[in-house]
């Protein structure tokens, strides 16, 4: 089984520093796309970046220039750093992947995974 893990979300003031990881582990061949998502109370989940197995990332506009994604390919981790954090960013955030496995009679197959998710809380 495949068991995604977010760590680092927590308290901040505006203006301040977060990091998200989020780990990967269980029967992995490889990870294609990471993305992280949002959730706020009331409102839909929303992309916030997505990574390909390549290195190209996608940010939504509203975080563009002070969000920034990367990856760790070796330790199947996502990392998500969050600077210049303003309260409209408060929300759950989790972490998603489409992950290749091998089955034991050698089918490959790819599925997609969500973490539980990781509050993060902004204070004016």
């Known amino acids: 089984q495949v068991q995604l893990v977010e760590s680092g979300g927590g308290s901040v003031q505006a203006g301040g520093s977060l990091g998200l990881s989020c780990a990967a582990s269980g029967s992995i061949s490889s990870i294609n796309t990471w993305g992280w998502y949002r959730q706020a109370p009331g409102k839909q989940r929303d992309l916030v970046a997505r990574i390909t197995r390549g290195g190209s990332t996608t940010y939504a506009d509203s975080v563009k220039g002070r969000f920034t994604i990367s990856r760790d390919n070796p330790k199947n981790t996502v990392h998500l750093q969050m600077n210049s954090l303003s309260p409209e960013d408060t929300s759950v955030y989790t972490c998603?992947?489409?992950?290749?496995?091998?089955?034991?009679?050698?089918?490959?197959?790819?599925?997609?995974?969500w973490g539980k998710g990781t509050l993060v809380t902004v204070s004016s």
């Open positions: 998603n992947a489409d992950i290749q496995t091998e089955s034991p009679e050698g089918f490959v197959y790819t599925m997609n995974y």
